[in-house]
């Protein structure tokens, strides 16, 4: 599926600039600040965050191949940063220096996005987030998948009159962990206008949706004032990497059956370094051995795969091979 991105759920991964700030327990082993950090970098907490000047012109080549094909492709926007982060320090290119802003077309980002320093434009978050925006509005061919732990900046930080229009082409999504992180993410996000897509990895814990109320306020037309947001796709994902924490599959399990109860789509990215499953001695709808010299009689019990990110379909539980995608 993907073709300039190494996620399976997307076409194309777009990123702007590197660099966040940890929010809650899905950000303890950060792949991306690792990643950051074996490029040299230092641009998590309050380090600067590193404008990538490359990424820029990609999405309108991305938008006229998808064009080209009669297609609409994914964009996961932003694996290396969180587009809806409030950050207010400076931006620096690769060699650590602030960039300046030379051109004489701010592509439609307004000139009070910028900092202005001794007479010198230079580039901020606001102004690079504004651009992102402008870049979505121009790509129609391109699907755009904001995710971010912050969904309760999102409104306050798109353009006004999306929340007058919502865009056809984007969905916003939040990555809940477990419960108490889908408890208070996933209400925000359902305030948002448009679709919206849950991405729950690293998965670290179970999440049962059905204990989450819905607060969006009623939409026009709605009968009896119902809401009218919902989740419209949820992807699933154990820990990768070093230090991954074990991702147990009944949660995988329970996720794929709400889905289907609800008739949303799922994705079942991989199951991690670290899966964890039922023993032998322990049927679904039974009670493990105890004294089992396997599982130690708590019906739990490592699942030894091959690929060490457990994404390796073959290797899965049958009922968890399972690759949906929104419409």
């Known amino acids: 599926m993907s073709t300039n991105s190494n996620i399976e759920w997307t076409h194309h991964t777009f990123n702007g600039w590197w660099g966040c700030t940890k929010v809650h327990a899905g950000c303890k082993n950060c792949y991306a600040e690792a990643t950051d950090a074996r490029w040299g970098g230092d641009h998590w907490g309050n380090g600067p965050r590193r404008m990538i000047l490359g990424e820029w012109g990609k999405p309108a080549q991305w938008n006229k191949a998808a064009k080209d094909a009669g297609e609409i492709h994914r964009v996961f926007c932003s694996s290396m940063c969180d587009v809806f982060e409030d950050y207010q320090g400076p931006v620096v290119d690769q060699q650590g220096k602030r960039v300046e802003f030379t051109g004489t077309d701010t592509l439609g980002v307004r000139a009070g996005q910028f900092d202005y320093e001794n007479g010198k434009v ?35 930080m798109v353009p ?36 919206h897509f849950l991405s729950c990895e690293p998965l670290i814990g179970a999440v049962d949706l059905l204990r989450i109320p819905n607060t969006s306020p009623p939409m026009p037309g709605c009968p009896n004032g119902a809401p009218s947001r919902r989740i419209d796709w949820v992807i699933v994902g154990g820990e990768s990497g070093r230090g991954a924490r074990p991702f147990h599959i009944k949660w995988a399990r329970s996720l794929v059956a709400q889905c289907k109860g609800a008739a949303v789509p799922v994705f079942i ?4 370094a670290r899966p964890i499953g039922y023993c032998p001695c322990k049927q679904d709808d039974g009670d493990p051995h105890q004294g089992c010299p396997t599982c130690g009689g708590d019906g739990d019990v490592a699942l030894e795969l091959r690929d060490h990110k457990g994404g390796d379909m073959s290797e899965w539980p049958e009922d968890l091979r399972v690759r949906e995608f929104a419409p």
């Open 122 to 156: 230079f580039w901020s978050i606001d102004a690079l987030r504004e651009r992102v925006f402008r870049i979505i509005e121009s790509t129609p061919n391109l699907h755009w998948l904001l995710l971010t732990k912050r969904p309760e900046n999102i409104t306050r």
């Open 160 to 195: 006004s009159h999306w929340l007058v229009k919502w865009p056809e082409n984007v969905m916003t999504g939040t990555s809940p962990c477990d419960q108490p992180t889908a408890e208070v993410c996933i209400p925000d996000l359902l305030r948002v206008p448009g679709r």
């Open 269 to 272: 990215k991989q199951l991690g």
